[in-house]
């Protein structure tokens, strides 16, 4: 049975069921669309939308009178840019926009001060986009696979930072500016071309250290309450003198649930994802303690 298929301007049939349900949610993910239905940008009381893997090339400016949309998933679509309105979302917390075709982001991006976790992961990004500098309450930011090589000295003004995932690009050496940040729980280097580190012990909020699939002979030096991920990592924590730390999970299932839910989804609760056809999701939202 094919993808269906909604006319440019409707909503599908089943979205007034949805709608009914009180929760303020719609599901539009699978479905075959160039663009966003203008109709949806006219329930100014949704709070979840989502609409993954559908195929959309647009969105429309009229996105930014979802006044009160909290979650917003957008990923594995073919996007190469966004308009202006969706930087007009005051309440937006969540945004999934891994694997488009994004080159950068909007200078307006800035202006989403509640968004705390930040999927752009799959995406052509040579250049770390400045606007998300000015974001302070973001909390998780997902970053593999793009085309990083370096990320810039004013990183630290990013203070409540607390999941980095930086795997897949194209950093040759130890970005300087991590060194600062104080207060990462998790950060993710897997799959670049490092050849060392620098001694982390500066990160004192470290709980996980991943730095598989690099060019380096050993594991860095940490603290040893840091669970390390890579070449000599298992010796490394063999040799401590306390007992190895439990990690979190590192790349589990994308949660859509409530944030006060979020600890429990990621410990092994049951969680609703979604991904590409025969895919999985290559990263961690958050950690138990990341929202602290």
Avoid at 4 to 10: I, V
Avoid at 31 to 53: D, H, I, T
Avoid at 77 to 96: F, S
Avoid at 198 to 209: I, N, Q, S, T
Wanted: glycine residues 10%; aromatic residues 6%; hydrophobic residues 40%.
């Amino acid at each position: 049975m094919g993808i269906a298929e909604s006319t440019p301007d409707e909503l599908p049939s089943d979205a007034e069921e949805q709608l009914r349900s009180g929760e303020q949610q719609l599901e539009l993910s699978g479905r075959r669309l160039r663009r966003l239905p203008g109709a949806v940008c006219a329930l100014s009381r949704l709070q979840k939308l989502y609409v993954s893997g559908t195929g959309l090339r647009e969105l429309p400016e009229e996105i930014e009178e979802l006044r009160e949309l909290r979650i917003l998933a957008l990923d594995f679509n073919k996007l190469e840019r966004l308009p202006d309105g969706l930087c007009r979302l005051p309440r937006l917390t969540r945004l999934y926009l891994g694997g488009n075709r994004l080159l950068a982001l909007p200078a307006d991006f800035a202006q989403l001060q509640s968004l705390r976790c930040l999927w752009i992961e799959g995406n052509f990004l040579r250049r770390f986009p400045r606007p998300l500098l000015r974001l302070v309450a973001l909390q998780s930011l997902q970053m593999g696979d793009n085309r990083l090589r370096a990320l810039p000295a004013e990183l630290p003004r990013m203070t409540g930072l607390r999941g980095l995932w930086l795997y897949g690009n194209r950093f040759e050496e130890f970005p300087p500016a991590l060194l600062r940040m104080g207060r990462l729980h998790i950060l993710d280097l897997d799959r670049n071309r490092l050849g060392g580190f620098p001694d982390l012990h500066p990160l004192r909020a470290l709980r996980v250290f991943s730095y598989d699939h690099n060019p380096v002979t050993g594991p860095p030096r940490v603290a040893d309450t840091v669970f390390l991920v890579g070449e000599g990592a298992v010796e490394r924590m063999a040799e401590r003198d306390e007992p190895t730390p439990r990690p979190p999970p590192r790349r589990p299932a994308r949660a859509f649930e409530d944030e006060e839910e979020e600890d429990l989804l990621i410990g092994g609760g049951s969680s609703r994802a979604l991904g590409p056809p025969g895919g999985s999701l290559p990263a961690l939202e958050a950690a138990p303690g990341l929202g602290t």
